[in-house]
C-alpha cells in the first residue's frame, strides 16, 4: 500500500541490470525455435486452409491457434538469456508460460524455478550475480522491488498486452478509483495486475460482477461480501466507500465476451446511480483484451459452427485462455477433450483428459467408428508440435495412415 509503482517502475527501467528486449541473438534463436516447436505437418494443414482429411479421418484445424506472439517473444527472450549469460546462473519466477514441454526445455537449459515453500516464492537463492527472468504474465511489482534490491540482473518478458492493462491500473490509481479486474485472484497475471493498484477487487465472472453491480446500487449484507471477496480484494476494502468510483481492467485471457459484458454492466450501473452527467467521474474502463485472445476465441466461434464429431482442446491444465476455448466448446454442445499433449491418447481408443472444474478423467472408445471429423485448436502457450503429435495420435488410433 502506498508504493509509488510508477516512480519505481521508471527507476528500474533505467538500471543497466534490467533487461526488457532480447540481447541481439535473434537469428540464432528463431532456428533453434523453429526446430523445437514448429510443425512441418501444421504448417500443411495452414496453407490447406487448415484441412487435411486422409482415410476416415478430416482434421479441421481453427483458424488462429497455438503460441501467440507475446509467448514466442517470451521463450525468444528466455532462450537469449541463455545465450547472453552462458556462465550465470539463471532463474524464473514462474513457468514461463503455461506449457510443459517449454518449461522442461528450459529446465534442460538450466534455467532454474524459484523454489516454493508452504505457498511462498523462497529467493534466497538468488544470489547479485544471477540472471532472474520474469515470465510473460509479469511479476507482482513487490517481486521486483525484491529482486531489485537483491542486485541481480532482471530480464523482464512480461508480455507488451499485460503491461498495458497495469497502465490502465495506474490511471485508476492516479484518480483513486478501485479497478475491478476480471480474473482468478490467485492466476500469476491478476497477482501482477492487481500489485499496481491502489484498491481492487477482483471478480471472476458475470455472476460475481452481477452481485457486485446489485451492491452498489441496492446495498447488502456487508459481512457476506467481504466473504465472498476475502481473497479477491485489496487490504481494508470497504464496499461502502470503494464502489463509488471504479475503473475496469482484465486480465487479458479470459472470455472476452464476459468481460465486455461485465464492463456494460458496471457501465450501466453507475449510469443508473449517478446519472449522464456525472458518469465519467464514476466509471472508467479501456479495451485491454489482448488481440491474440481474441483471435482465439473467434476462430473457435467459427469452428464450432462446422459439423464436428468432437473437438480436440490442447493446452496446459492451469492455462486459463486454454480453458476459456473449452468453454465454447461445452457452450455449443460438442464432444470436447482438453487435453495437456499427445501423451494423454492412450492405446486402445482412450483419452485422459479434464472437464471443465474437474478432475482428470479417461474416457474409453472417445473416437467414434467411421468417418469422423475433428476440430482441434490450442491455447496461446502450446507449441505447433503438441498439436501434430495429437494429430499423429488420432490418426494412429483410426488406422490411418499418415501420408505426406
Ligand atoms: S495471450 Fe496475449 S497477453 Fe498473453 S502473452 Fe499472448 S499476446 Fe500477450
Not at 537483491?150 to 478509483?177: A, F, M, Q
Not at 470436447?336 to 474416457?363: C, F, M, Q, W
Not at 473416437?367 to 490418426?395: M, N, R
Request: charged share 25%; aromatic share 8%.
Amino acid at each position: 500500500m502506498g508504493m509509488d509503482t510508477k516512480a519505481f517502475k521508471r527507476a528500474l527501467r533505467k538500471s543497466d541490470k534490467y533487461h526488457r528486449r532480447g540481447f541481439g541473438h535473434e537469428e540464432e534463436v528463431t532456428e533453434l525455435l523453429n526446430s523445437e516447436y514448429k510443425s512441418g505437418l501444421i504448417k500443411t494443414i495452414r496453407d490447406n486452409n487448415n484441412w487435411l482429411k486422409q482415410g476416415d479421418v478430416t482434421i479441421r484445424l481453427a483458424e488462429a491457434f497455438g503460441f501467440c506472439w507475446g509467448v514466442e517473444r517470451a521463450v525468444a527472450i528466455a532462450y537469449e538469456s541463455r545465450q547472453h549469460f552462458p556462465n550465470e546462473r539463471i532463474w524464473i519466477t514462474n513457468e514461463i508460460i503455461h506449457n510443459p514441454s517449454v518449461n522442461e526445455r528450459l529446465k534442460e537449459m538450466e534455467v532454474g524455478f524459484i523454489p516454493v515453500k508452504d505457498g511462498q516464492k523462497d529467493f534466497s537463492v538468488v544470489d547479485s550475480g544471477d540472471v532472474v527472468i520474469l515470465p510473460a504474465f509479469g511479476a507482482s511489482v513487490q517481486e521486483m522491488q525484491l529482486l531489485n534490491d537483491l542486485g541481480c540482473t532482471i530480464v523482464d518478458t512480461t508480455c507488451p498486452w499485460v503491461s498495458k492493462v497495469w497502465n490502465s491500473v495506474e490511471k485508476h490509481k492516479k484518480r483513486n478509483y478501485t479497478s475491478i479486474i476480471h480474473g482468478k485472484y490467485h492466476h500469476e497475471e491478476t497477482v501482477a495486475t492487481s500489485s499496481f493498484a491502489e484498491k481492487y477487487l477482483v471478480v471472476l465472472n458475470l455472476e460475481e460482477a452481477r452481485y457486485v453491480a446489485n451492491y452498489i446500487l441496492y446495498g447488502g449484507d456487508k459481512d457476506e461480501f467481504m466473504k465472498k471477496f476475502e481473497k479477491a480484494c485489496s487490504p481494508g476494502f470497504d464496499p461502502d466507500v470503494d464502489l463509488e468510483c471504479i475503473g475496469i481492467a482484465n486480465q487479458t485471457t479470459m472470455l472476452k465476451s464476459e468481460t465486455e459484458e461485465i464492463g456494460k454492466l458496471f457501465e450501466r450501473t453507475m449510469l443508473e446511480k449517478y446519472g449522464p452527467t456525472e458518469l465519467d467521474k464514476h466509471f472508467m474502463s479501456f479495451n485491454t483484451i489482448c488481440d491474440a485472445t481474441q483471435e482465439r476465441q473467434d476462430a473457435m466461434f467459427d469452428l464450432v459452427q462446422e459439423d464436428l464429431s468432437l473437438l480436440v482442446v490442447i493446452g496446459g491444465f492451469n492455462s486459463s485462455n486454454t480453458t476459456h476455448l473449452k468453454e465454447i466448446a461445452v457452450d455449443y454442445g460438442i464432444p470436447s477433450y482438453h487435453i495437456d499433449g499427445a501423451s494423454r491418447i492412450l492405446e486402445g481408443n482412450a483419452i485422459e483428459h479434464k472437464p471443465l472444474e474437474k478432475d482428470l478423467e479417461v474416457t474409453e472408445n472417445w473416437l467414434p467408428e467411421g468417418e469422423i471429423t475433428v476440430g482441434i485448436t490450442s491455447g496461446a502457450s502450446t507449441p505447433d508440435q503438441a498439436v501434430e503429435e495429437v494429430i499423429g495420435k488420432i490418426f494412429e488410433t483410426k488406422n490411418v495412415a499418415l501420408v505426406g
